[in-house]
Structures are given as structure tokens and as C-alpha cells.
């Protein structure tokens, strides 16, 4: 069965400086790979995709992620935030041909002025 | 495209009431389902359906029925509320294959259980 584990809970970080939210997943099999992104009060939505081919992937907002099939990771960094950038964010795992998507616990990222 | 609306944003009930969460997507989405979010533990998966006329258990499946009649709609059921089952809930939709099963979420409902 596969999971995900995001370690972090809440990370603060400054405005302008970089932040890394760390994801773990667990499968057997190969997977898709997703970081969600929810504002306070909103439903989620998606913020970048790991299907296949290149393993870093960008979001329009620049946020990245790679895909590292080794350290079953799928990290998100972004080189400077921005106070718009304070939300919670859910890394998600699915099993290729399977329709179930399994979501990590969150990270509130909190973005300090 | 509306996209994924849910309904009532908020409801207050009292324990051992009954009521339906309404979820409708106009994306002709085969994939449709319903997940409970509760601080700290992420968004748990309820029930879930394949296409009109099929569903399938969740993690956490108990007090909570579904059905799909069309593809456009998966209302929740709540059978008799309990105080556990406050939390916010999610619907979302999404293609069955070729998208990596990208979800699309409506904007949740808050339901408080007295």
C-alpha cells in the first residue's frame, strides 16, 4: 500500500529567503507524484506534477520539486518566498494504474515579514 | 466550466441528525470522491466511485453512505451524525487515466456535530 510522510508540521521562514518542505512515500510500485497547495478557507489545488520523464518539475509561482526514485523523495523548494506564499501544502502519491491518491499530513508553511 | 461546487458551505447539526452533502462537477470527470480533513492528520479518503454506478470504501467509511446515479454527482450521506464527524469535507473529481489522476477539489463544506 503506499503512504506518504511529511515530517514537517509547520515551517516559518523570512520573506525573500528559500524554503524546503520535505515528502517521503512508500510504494512498491511506480507512482505519480503531487504537491497540493490550500490558502486558509479554500479547497486545495494542484501545484506541480511528477508523471513522468524529467524528474524536476515546475510550478508557475516557481516552486519545484524533483523526483528522486532513490531516496523515495519528492521534495518542494523555492528559492525566495513571499508573503502570499503562507499556506499548507500536501504532498499526494498515487499508484500508476490505481485510482486511489494517498495524501501526507501537511505543511503549514508561514511566511515571516 | 463551474469546476467542482459543493453545498452547504457551513452546517451546524445535531447528534444523531441525518443529512446530505451535495457535490456536482461538470468536467465529465469518470473519478469522484470524498475526503474529511481534521488538523494534523491530512485529508483522509471516505468513499470513492469509479464511474456512475459504482463505489468503493474509503479509509474511513463508517456513518458516511454514498451513491452515483450520474456521472455529475456524489452526494455524502451522513446517517446519524455524530460528534467525530466534525470536520471539513472535500469532494473532488478526476479523469481515471492519462492524467496521473490529477484532483480538482470543491471548496468544502464545515460541518460541526453538537
Known sequence: ???????????????????ELRCNYSSSVSVYL??????PNQGLQLLLKYLS??????????????????????????????ISDTAEYFCAVSERGYQKVTFGTGTKLQVIP | NAGVTQTPKFQVLKTGQSMTLQCAQDMNHEYMSWYRQDPGMGLRLIHYSVGAGITDQGEVPNGYNVSRSTTEDFPLRLLSAAPS???????????????????YFGPGTRLTVT
Open chain 1, 1 to 19: 500500500a503506499q503512504s506518504v510522510t511529511q515530517l514537517d508540521s509547520q515551517v516559518p521562514v523570512f520573506e525573500e529567503a528559500p524554503v
Open chain 1, 34 to 39: 503531487f504537491w497540493y497547495v490550500q490558502y
Open chain 1, 53 to 82: 520523464g524529467s524528474t524536476l518539475v515546475e510550478s508557475i509561482n516557481g516552486f519545484e520539486a524533483e523526483f528522486n526514485k532513490s531516496q523515495t523523495s519528492f521534495h518542494l523548494r523555492k528559492p525566495s518566498v513571499h
Open chain 2, 85 to 103: 464527524q466534525t470536520s471539513v469535507y472535500f469532494c473532488a473529481s478526476s479523469y481515471s487515466s492519462g492524467q496521473g489522476h490529477e484532483q
